[in-house]
Every structure is written in C-alpha cells, then in structure tokens.
C-alpha cells in the first residue's frame, strides 16, 4: 500500500516535471503571433522545418543556448530571429556571438566577458579584420592550421552564417536601378550557400525559394526592363514581405492580419508543407532529452544513496522514477524517427541519445533480470550512463540542425537501422559493464558494501553484459564491413573507425578468454571491463579526432579534452583497483 | 613437441596474441595520420614482420626521431591465432556422441559445407545483378543464406557436441572469417572505369598497378601497343630491353608519388638545379618526388617514373623524360590529356604512364563493354551536399547475348562477370561517371560467417545465461 503510493507520487512528479515549459506563453490577439510565426515552414540545409526549429538551430550555432538572455529576460529565438530579419536596431543588442577563445577576442579588440557573448555591435567595427583572418586561415592546408586559425574560422563562419541568412530575408524593393544587376549576381552567389528557403512550392513556382530572390522578380525596375514578360509576383513572397515590414514597425495588427493570410493561402495552395510542422515545435518545447538527464541525475543519487545503505525503498522509488524518465526518452527518440524519416542513429548527436537510452534499458533489464541480486546496481549503472550521454548529446548539439539530412553515401536505412544500432549497442554494453566495474572498484576500495554476495553478484552483471558486448559488436562491426562491401566493395579496409570497432571486439574477446583460461578472477574482470570503456570511447569519440574519411561524422575540438579527461580518469580508477587487496576497506572479496 | 603442443594449448597465448593485435591495430589506426591506407596496410597488417613507427604515438608536432618497433605484423597474429585456435578445440571440445547420433551429425556438417559452399559460388544468383529499389531485400537474402548455412552447421554441432556446440560454432566462423580475409588480402583486385556520357569503355584501370604503355599508331588498321608492367619500372638503374621498341629504357627513378605538374618559372632556382634536363612535358613542367598521401584524407598517389631511352644500335641517348601518372587523364578525372610524344626511326609512339589496364572479359572469354547513357547527381534542395549519385549504363555482351540497360547508384551496384560496379565518383560538370570495380571472389564469405558466430555465440550466451538465472531462482 505504502510503495504504490510511494510510487504513485513518483510518477506524478515526473508528469509535472515533463510538462512544465511546453505550453506556450500566453499572447493576446493585439500582440503579435509569434508562436504562429514559428509554425511557418521554412527548408534550411535540405529539410523541412518549423520557422521554431530553424530559429533555435541558429541562435545554437551562434551562442550555445536555445534563448536570448537580455538584461536578465529570456527573448525566444523565434522573436530574436525575427528581429533580426527584419532589421530591428534592438537586433543590434542582443548578446549572441559567443566566442571563447582569448587570442581570437585579443585580435579582434574585444574585452574578455563572464559568459563569452557579444552582439553585432560590438563586432561591427572588427568584421574588417575577422574577414582578413579568417580568408588567411581558410588559404592554409588544413596541417599548417594552428589553433587560432581554427577558431578564427569558427567564428567567422559563425558571423557568415548569420549574414546570408540576414541576405536571405532582405526586401530588395529599395534598391536603386544601378545597383540592380550587382544585387541580382549577389542573390545568385548566396543561393549556392546555406540558407533558408522561406517560401514554399506553390502554384506560381515549384521549388523551396528564398524570400530575397522571391522578391527581387517583382522589382519595379526589373518590371519595366523585362517589358512585355510580365513576371507574376508571388503572393506568398509579397505577403511575407508585409509581415516584417509590419514587424520592423511594429504594427501588430497587421502582422497578425498577413501572417493569417500567408498561412490561409499556403493552406489552401500547398497544404503539404505543414505536415509535421506543429508535432515538431511541440517536440522542440517538451526538451524531453535534457529534462530525463536530470530527472536521471535525481535516480542516480537516489539509487546511490540506497544501494550504499541498502534502503530497498529508495532504491524502488528511484527505479520507477528511472522508467518513467525512460519512456519520454524513448518517446523523443521515435519523434526525431518520426520528423527526420531516418532510423534512430544517424551522427554524433543521435548516437549519444541512442547509447543513452539503452543504457538505461539495459539498467531496467539488470533490474529486471537480477531482481534482489541487482539491489539497484541497474539503476545506478543506468541512470549515470543516461545522465551522461544525454550532456554529452547536449554538447554536440551546438552544430546546429540533429536532424540534418544524410550524405548520399551514408543514406540507406537498411544499414542505418542494422549496422548501426547494433554496434551503437555494442558500445553501450561495454561503457555499461565499464560503469558497474567502477562501481565494484570504488565500493571494494572505498567503502564495506563489498561483500561476497554482492562481488558475485556485480562479476555476474558485468560477465553477462559483456557477453552481450561481445555478440553485438561483433556482429555490428562485421556489419559494417558488409556495408562496406556493399557500397564500395571493400569488406575491411582498416580504415580507423573500423579499427576502433575492432579493437572494441578484441578488447572483450581478450577479457572473455583470460576469464576462461582462468588468467583473471572478480578484480581483474573488473579492472579490465574499465579498460573496455576507455577502448570504446577511443572508438567512438577519438577516431573522429584523428579527422578521418567518411566515418567522421563527427568533429569537435573541445571533445579532444573531454576524452583525454575520461581516459585518464578511467586510469586513475584502475590504478585505484590495483591497490593491494588487504588495503581494500571491503577487504578480499 | 609436447611443449610446442602445450604452448599452443594455452589461453594465455589467445590472450597473449590479441593483446598483441590491439597494439598493432592501435599503432595502424594511428599512422594513417599521415601514410597511405595502403601504405599502412603493407607495413603493418599484410605483413609477417609490421614495422610500426615510434613517432606514430606521439603528436606530429614533437620531434621524434625516425625509429621503428618490429612487431609481429597481421599475418603472423592471424597464422598463430589460427593454431592456437585449432589446437585448443582438437584437444579440449572432442566429439562427444557415439552411435546414430554420431553418424547424424557427420550428414548436417556435411549438408552444411555444402549450403556453404553453394552461397559462396553463388548457386541460384542471375549472372546479372542491379537493383533498382532499396538495398533492403538485397543484403536481407544474402543475410538469410547466410542463416540457412549457420542453422544446419549449429544442428551438427549440436548433434556432435551437446552443450559445448555453440563455442564450437563460433570458434569455426572466426576461423572461417579470418581465412576468407586472408584470401582477400592476396587475391581481391581494385580497380577503376571512368566513362564520360555517351561514351564506351571496355577496359578497367587496376588502382594499385601502374605500366608505361607506347602506342605506335601508324598502321591503317590497327594500333600497336608495347606495355612496360610495374615491377620492371621499379628496377631503379637498369635498363629494360623490350622487343617491339626500336630503343632501350634505362630507369633512372621510380617515384611512389610524385607532386601536381607546376610550371618550371615558379620553382625556386636552387631546386631547379637539381631538376634533370628532360625533353617532352618535363621541359617546361616541374614534376618530382613527394611524401607519401594520408590515408586519413582518401587522396590517392601520383606515381611518376623517371626514364631515358637509347637507340638500341648506337646507343646514343634520346631523352630523358618524366612520365608520370599526372599525364593520365583518367587519374585526374578528364581535367586534361597529356600523352607524351617520342618520335624514333620516323614512328610517333604516344607514351601514357598509366594504371594497369585490363580489358573486360566475361568469365566465358566473351569481351564486353559500358556504355554511360547518363550521370546524374541530385542534390539536397538549398544546399550543396550530394543527395544522390547514379550511373545510367548500357552492358552489352554479343558473345553471351548480354544487352541490358542497368542503374549504377550509391549503395547499389551492378554484380556481373565476377566483378562488382560500384558508383564512386564523377568527373567535373557532370560529365561523366567513376566506377569502382572489384573482383573478390570470397566476397560472400564475411556473410557466411557473420551469421555462423552470430548464431553460436547467441546460442552460447542464452545457454549460460538461462543456467545462471534458473540456478538463482
């Protein structure tokens, strides 16, 4: 009766938590619409998006964050980029340009800053020099490019993107007739780059275009130049055009009047474009991935907490906590399924959620599976994987779109949804078991929870699951060569990301045998499974450093640190292991 | 002997030599940094003897002096792995029935060398193989073949050794995996087609071999072409003799790789005095010996060879040029044509320093040919990144009633005359297509195995797994 209302609570708390922050803040119909405004489509690097989903992607690339902090307030990204867009003199002021590095800031002019973010203002005057910089920077071989070479063009990509997408939405009516031809090459130049296509395939055209070129057609000038041609203007581009005129001037009305015409008649001319749209803003508001990882955090102490001072309690309550954090994950990971069109795998990004999520299922299992015997080693193991990748995920959602579309090469769903979700899962058993070896090192070492049953019992867990490491990289990997085999016909290539996956085999092999030969008992079995995560996030994370062929899809620089900080804190913890047994406060187990 | 036997009886020595393959594999991964993949390959893991680089461990910024590790290389680790492996099962999984059982189980091990042995002849495959929908059903039957063949061989097993049948199962797929790779490592063949539209080509260029090839064309009918193979370029200093030139060909230097051809008036005057006086391209290029490509960055060498020829009855010199693979307009994707024209005795030989060629042949004898009707490359809306790319082709065999036309595309490639077409690359504007063409004849033998571990070690783990949660109950 107590635990299910123990339970009951548990889950009501994870309700409330998950909702908070979905519903949108209030608008009244004389302010302007802009949560209607972030359900318009809009395509940016080759996919369908809500305006939403593109105006947060961007103010990410920019500084980070998915908000505008001024003075203290949070501004939407859907409100800082229209701003933006239309030329608002506030759009000046907004702190969005985050750059961290001093050499970069001291070259520049800058003044070092708590939070590292500037705005347009104060980098107007230095565009001059960032240009300079950053065109030496790109002349060099990538070899001869030093660190601040590299975020020089860090930055200056960042300014780049900022500006086209500012071109994109420019109202080329103004322009003078001399400049007229000059602006027409321009808008021709810009459309090879990234930007965003506002204007959808309608009656009068069929392509995703731009709204600066949209526009320019209907040119007074242009009009009279093209004499008898008469060009049809297009009336999504025009209307467009008279919402941010109305924004720039701050007639809510009559933005809110175009804003219902724009989407009335693209609702009546291509009805198509709003597929999805709504369920992916929804996704956007719910952040279902960073509120799990703390919900995980809150099951990771919990289960801590318990397990250390066996509190069974505790440690149920965290399990249930654990399940229903679990289910939004999983529930986000079939929406992104659902939004992208790809299996759930696909870069960097999703791999992280993806290792997240089963390694949290794997957790449940364990709990599952082990029952008393688990006394919330699942949770523990789970959960602090959960919490982890989610952060990790967090950190490399900062290129921009996770849902970006996929290289021909790589873009076939058999071998996204075979290869990859098995070694993904290969991946995550071995950091599982690495976890639980942790667990076992610290416990021994650290504390007297460590007994005979319990030594058995977590050498079983981690026997267990690196059996099944065994089996899914394996199988993942010899996938991949099938892949390979099949796209380019080569089965193995030793090619460095398939070398890590290999190592990741021979790593467990190796652990497996000197199991079997009887080279290693409980102590050894752990330290070793430690050693399988280092070998893992070599493989998953180092590879990419090495800025390698099409297996790289993934590269950042500050993984570099985070890597070096986890391999070498995963060999203190080894060490910490080695330390003689009669010093262990749980003595010889 | 008995000690020798012992030795290999050992865990500790499966132990002992993967560790040894992760350091090498480690050691590899690493200096592709800045060597060739193929490079690596050779020095490291097609290899008895791997010589690993120090400086390869450290970062390239450091000074490390230019020394080398020997190390046991991939074939040795193989070769031992595989006695070891074979040792361990002869003496400890004997077969443990007597009897029908016995005798049961003799017939499924050898129904399942035959399934085998079917898949990897490809016994009920069309001669001709595109698809024109997704790599899905594709890869799933050959999954499925794969499947068949592991069943039968873990029912045998299971017949022959009871509980111990999934160990001995996934034992004999390692095995079988690391066999078929080392017949890959000695037989596969790498080789290109570039095609412009509307263009026949009937030969391949082979990646890894090189020749010099002189075609003399004065003949009304037909033209006459005398090849010089890789292995007696790279015979630095001697002079090649070849029937059917009028001149003879010392080597002065083979070049593994050589820089982009550059004009001689922007080289520095110091290096230009070292640079040899050739006649042809050579006298106004500068064209020299280079490092080595990164693997890491997919570029491929350019090799060049540095030759002069003698009047073979007066034996005065005739030039000295560089050839080079520069020159070869299917190395730079049709970017230019360069041959290099030596005129001796009145005969103009137009001279190609060029990847091996071999001309297409079905495996019954009957030439045939590819023709590109059309390259398309589509690409994401708003962006420049590739969304697809697809070679639409003409095979035409007369010799084997062949005429098909097929769709080469990403991911999915055209099977025929035991070579696989893949879509690999395009010439500029695209104008044109780059096939990859690969003849691997134990292709089908990763999928075989892939399948056979799969279902031992599955089968092992659930066994033990199951025992352990029954006994914990």
């Known amino acids: ?589 | 002997m008995k000690r020798l036997v012992n030795f290999f009886l050992s865990l500790k020595l499966t132990v002992v030599l993967l560790s040894l393959s992760m350091v090498l594999i480690f050691a590899g991964t690493l200096a592709q940094v800045d060597q060739g993949i193929w490079t690596v390959m050779d020095q490291y893991f097609r290899c008895f003897l791997a010589e690993i680089d120090l400086h390869v461990f450290f970062p390239r910024s450091m000074n490390i002096p230019n020394l080398w590790i020997p190390f046991p290389g991939g074939f040795l680790i193989g070769w031992l792995l595989v006695i070891n492996l074979i040792t361990v099962h002869w003496a400890s999984f004997k077969v443990q029935t007597n009897g029908g059982r016995r005798i049961a189980g003799l017939v499924f091990m050898g129904l399942g060398v035959i399934v085998t042995l079917g898949v990897i002849l490809g016994w009920g495959v069309a001669p001709v193989a595109a698809t024109d929908s997704d790599a899905f059903w594709r890869v799933f039957l050959r999954l499925g073949r794969g499947t068949l063949a592991a069943v039968v061989l873990y029912i045998a097993c299971v017949l022959l050794y009871r509980k111990r049948a999934g160990m001995v199962l996934l034992h004999g797929g390692i095995l079988f995996l690391l066999v078929g790779e080392f017949a890959t490592a000695l037989c596969a063949v790498e080789a290109t087609m570039t095609i412009r539209e509307g263009e026949t080509v009937n030969f391949i260029d082979h990646s890894q071999k090189m020749e010099l090839a002189f075609i003399e064309t004065s003949h009304p009918d037909f033209d006459t072409t005398t090849v010089i193979p890789q292995r007696d370029l790279m015979k630095k200093g001697t002079t090649l003799h070849p029937a059917g030139l009028p001149f003879d060909i010392k080597i002065h230097r083979y070049m593994i790789n050589s820089n982009r051809p550059q004009p001689k008036e922007g080289i520095p005057e110091h290096i230009l005095a070292r640079y040899p006086q050739y006649e042809g391209y050579g006298s106004r290029l500068y064209v020299a010996e280079q490092s080595e490509v990164s693997g890491i960055k997919g570029l491929r060498n350019a090799p060049s060879v540095d030759v002069e020829l003698f009047d073979r009855t007066t034996g005065t010199s005739l030039g000295r040029y560089i050839l080079s693979l520069w020159f070869y307009p299917n190395f730079v994707n049709r970017t230019w044509d360069m041959p290099t024209q030596i005129t001796v005795d009145g005969k103009t030989y137009t001279t190609y320093f060029r990847f091996h060629r071999e001309y297409l042949k079905s495996p019954s004898g009957n030439p045939f040919s590819v023709t590109l009707h059309d390259f398309v490359h589509e690409k994401y809306e708003g962006t420049q990144m590739p969304k697809d790319f697809a070679s639409q082709i003409h095979l035409v065999n007369e010799g084997d009633n062949v005429d098909r036309e097929l769709r080469i595309w990403m991911n999915n490639p055209l099977r025929y005359a035991r070579r696989t077409f893949y879509q690999s690359g395009y010439l500029p504007d695209d104008s044109g297509t780059v096939l990859q063409v690969v003849r691997n004849d134990s292709w089908m033998i990763p999928y075989l195995s892939c399948m056979i571990v799969f279902v031992g070690m599955a089968a092992q783990f659930i066994q033990s797994l199951g025992r352990y949660i029954r006994r914990g109950v």
């Open chain 1, 1 to 589: 009766m107590r635990r299910s209302l123990i339970n009951l609570l548990v889950i009501g708390f994870a309700l409330w938590f998950f909702q908070s922050g979905v519903k949108p803040p209030m608008e009244a119909p004389s302010d302007f619409q802009l949560n209607a405004f972030g359900h318009l489509p809009v395509k940016f690097g080759g996919r369908k998006k809500p305006v939403d989903t593109f105006a947060r992607n961007l103010l990410t690339v920019l500084s980070d964050k998915q908000t505008v902090r001024l003075d203290g307030e949070k501004v939407s990204a859907v409100q800082w980029l229209l701003d933006s867009i239309c030329g608002r003199p506030a759009a000046l002021d907004y702190p969005v340009f985050r750059i961290e590095n001093l050499d970069v800031l001291s070259s520049l002019g800058l003044e070092e800053r708590p939070r590292f973010r500037y705005t347009y203002r104060d980098l107007l005057p230095h565009l001059g020099t960032l240009d300079t910089a950053a065109r030496s920077a790109f002349g060099k071989e990538d070899r001869q490019r030093d660190l601040y070479d590299k975020q020089i063009m860090k930055v200056a990509n960042k300014i780049y993107l900022f500006q086209n997408v500012l071109s994109a939405f420019e109202d080329p009516s103004g322009i003078p007739e001399e400049q007229l031809i000059a602006t027409a090459q321009r808008y021709m130049q810009l459309e090879n780059y990234s930007i965003p296509l506002i204007i959808p395939p309608n009656s009068g055209n069929p392509r995703w275009r731009p709204l600066m070129s949209s526009l320019l057609a209907t040119h007074p000038e242009l009009e009279q130049m093209m004499g008898n041609h008469k060009i049809v203007a297009d009336p999504l581009a025009q209307h467009m055009a008279a919402m941010l005129t109305a924004y720039r001037e701050g007639d809510a009305t009559r933005f809110n009047d175009e804003l219902m015409d724009y989407g009335r008649r693209l609702q009546s001319d291509n009805p198509a474009t709003f597929e999805k749209l709504s369920f992916e803003v929804f996704y956007n508001r719910l952040g279902a991935f960073m509120k799990s990882a703390q919900l995980y955090l809150i099951v990771f102490m919990l289960s801590l907490f318990g397990w250390l001072f066996r509190k069974e309690r505790l440690v149920d309550a965290a399990r249930t906590l654990m399940i229903f954090a679990f289910i939004p994950h999983t529930l986000a990971i079939v929406a992104r399924v659902f939004l992208s069109g790809y299996p759930p795998v696909t870069n960097l990004y999703s791999s992280a959620i993806f290792i997240g999520w089963a390694a949290v299922g794997a957790g449940i299992v364990i709990e599952l599976t082990f029952r008393k015997k688990a006394a919330g080693m699942g949770n523990l193991a789970g959960s602090i994987a959960g919490f982890l990748t989610l952060l990790v995920a967090h950190f490399l959602a900062g290129d921009g779109d996770t849902m970006e579309q996929m290289r021909a090469v790589l873009d076939t769903r058999f071998w996204l949804t075979t290869h990859v979700i098995t070694i993904t899962l290969g991946y995550m058993a071995t950091f599982v078991a690495g976890i639980v070896a942790v667990f076992y090192i610290f416990a021994g070492v650290l504390t007297r929870r460590l007994d005979e049953e319990t030594g058995e019992n977590l050498y079983r867990m981690m026997y267990s699951t690196i059996c099944f490491a065994l089996l899914l990289s394996f199988v993942g990997t010899v996938l991949g060569g099938l892949w390979a085999d099949d796209s380019w016909g080569r089965f193995w290539g030793w090619d460095p990301k398939e070398n890590g996956a290999l190592m990741i085999v021979i790593w467990n092999a190796i652990l497996l045998h000197a199991k079997y030969g009887k080279s290693i008992a409980r102590r050894g079995f752990a330290l070793m499974s430690v050693g399988g995560g280092i070998v893992t996030a070599w493989s998953w994370f180092g590879v990419n450093q090495l800025s390698v062929g099409l297996h790289s899809y993934g590269f950042t620089q500050s993984a570099s640190f985070w890597l070096m900080v986890f391999v070498l804190s995963q060999f203190a913890i080894i060490m910490l292991g080695l330390v003689p047994q009669r010093f262990w406060k749980s003595g010889r187990v």
